[in-house]
């Protein structure tokens, strides 16, 4: 899970205070270094709950994401859309899955040039296994309530629209079944 830093201070304030001293206050800056270390800790976490199944986060997003498809498979194409990755990586997801046999690669029988990855039914029994794990630690954030949870969420999607991920105006997809 990683090593908590034990400090006296906030290493985050302290640095804020330092940047104000050299150049004003910046919220922007603490908060978004105070995102940056609840990344590393989570991501610390989620890990190691998932170690004993040999997953990183990444992987087990992969296959939740196969398990919401009603066949089971999923272009590799869309599975680095959904999961807003490079393609090199959903290769390299997709491979270690596969090595796992968690995972296997099928021709799309809809695109002559295009793969399919297809859980298997080991990884769909890991998916069961390591999403009962995760929900028993509410997925590192623990520490937050019902109601925190759904404000922190708001404020994300408030920065990924803005972003351009998506318009801000479409809560739900026209088919939310659809992958």
């Known amino acids: ?37 609840a990344q590393q800790i989570l991501i610390g976490q989620l890990d190691n709950a ?49 090595r796992q046999g968690l995972v296997r690669r099928r021709p799309n029988p809809n695109d002559g040039r295009g793969t399919l990855a297809e859980i298997t039914d080991s990884g769909r029994a890991v998916v069961e296994d390591a999403t009962r794990d995760l929900l028993a630690l509410d997925f590192g954030l623990d520490c937050y309530d019902e109601d925190e949870l759904w404000h922190i969420h708001s404020l994300f999607t408030k920065l990924r629209v803005d972003f351009g991920d998506f318009p801000g105006d479409s809560e739900v997809a026209e088919d939310p079944t659809e992958i």
């Not at 201070?9 to 910046?26: K, L, Q, T, V, Y």
């Not at 994401?65 to 390299?92: C, D, W, Y």
């Open 1 to 37: 899970m990683g090593n908590p830093l034990n400090l006296s201070f906030d290493p985050i304030e302290r640095a804020h205070e330092n940047w104000s001293r050299r150049w004003g206050a910046s919220p922007a800056m603490a908060a978004v270094t105070s995102i940056m270390r």
């Open 50 to 98: 998932l170690k004993p199944y040999e997953l990183t986060f990444a992987r087990y997003e992969a296959l939740v994401l196969l398990t919401f498809s009603a066949s089971g498979q999923v272009p590799l194409g869309k599975i680095g859309e959904r999961l807003m990755v490079h393609p090199t990586s959903v290769t390299n997801t997709i491979d270690r899955l596969e």
